[in-house]
């Protein structure tokens, strides 16, 4: 479904990411990690439409769409959660979520609605602060309207970028499941760039492990998690750190 082949990619002429090829199958949950400066956000930013790429190709369904605009590749079904969450914190969380129908334009419709009711029901705790402005809402509440934000425009492929990223365990393990819920309700396919190792690896079916804007390991979550070299270095064994930083 969405083929990653050879793809470059730079901030100025800085070379970031270097001849990376990966791919997600539908309906799969596929973990990228890697210590930063590793170059993932880099990678999920480039393939959302935000950075252009030197050379390579971006294939979604075998259509090409490196270089296109990030309004484009939401309409053609992709959307990111970024970094951050990058959410306009004076707005309220309805005004937020219709921000990700923007490509559609910003009428309130019928259609509209109903799509902005089906991403709230992904996280029912928003359901009773559709009027309450995202900057007074907690870190966990701010990080699923940015989840809801983009699964408003229903896509097939879904881009979390360090989704855990200062959040309570237990938040995150409750993100987290009502991801799963997301990729097995809508068959939905999701590349995640997480930096709690271990909990990417328990949803993912499949994972790649980035150094230096280069893929160095790949294969079953289930053989990564049990690779000796994996293990030491990204997952607590041997004295190696517990998640990915």
Do not use: C, W
Request: aromatic share 4%; glycine share 12%; charged share 20%.
């Amino acid at each position: 479904m969405l083929v990653v082949r050879n793809l470059n990619a730079y901030y100025g002429e800085v070379h970031v990411i270097k001849n990376l090829s990966l791919h997600v199958g539908k309906g799969e949950i596929v973990a990228i990690l890697g210590a930063n400066g590793a170059g993932k956000s880099t990678l999920m930013n480039t393939i959302a439409g935000y950075i252009i790429p030197r050379s390579g190709e971006i294939l979604v369904d075998g259509a090409n769409i490196a270089g296109l605009s990030p309004g484009e590749i939401i309409s053609m079904g992709i959307s990111l959660v970024p970094e951050g969450k990058a959410l306009f914190y004076g707005l309220t969380v309805r005004e937020n979520l219709a921000l990700g129908l923007a490509h559609m334009g910003l009428r309130l419709t019928a259609r509209v609605r109903s799509m902005i009711d089906e991403a709230i029901d992904v996280f029912p705790s928003l359901g009773s602060k559709r009027d309450i402005i995202a900057g007074n809402l907690s870190g966990g509440e701010q990080q699923m309207l940015s989840i809801a934000r983009a699964l408003v425009s229903r896509p097939r492929i879904l881009l979390l970028d360090e989704l855990s990223m200062g959040l309570a365990p237990n938040t995150t393990a409750l993100i987290f499941s009502r991801i799963q819920e997301v990729n097995k309700s809508f068959d939905t396919s999701i590349l995640v760039v997480e930096q709690n190792a271990r909990l990417a690896l328990d949803i993912s079916s499949r994972g790649y492990i980035m150094e230096t804007g280069k893929v160095i390991f790949k294969g079953k979550s289930t053989d990564l998690r049990n690779n000796p070299e994996v293990l030491r270095s990204y997952l607590g064994g041997a004295g190696g750190r517990d998640d990915l930083r």
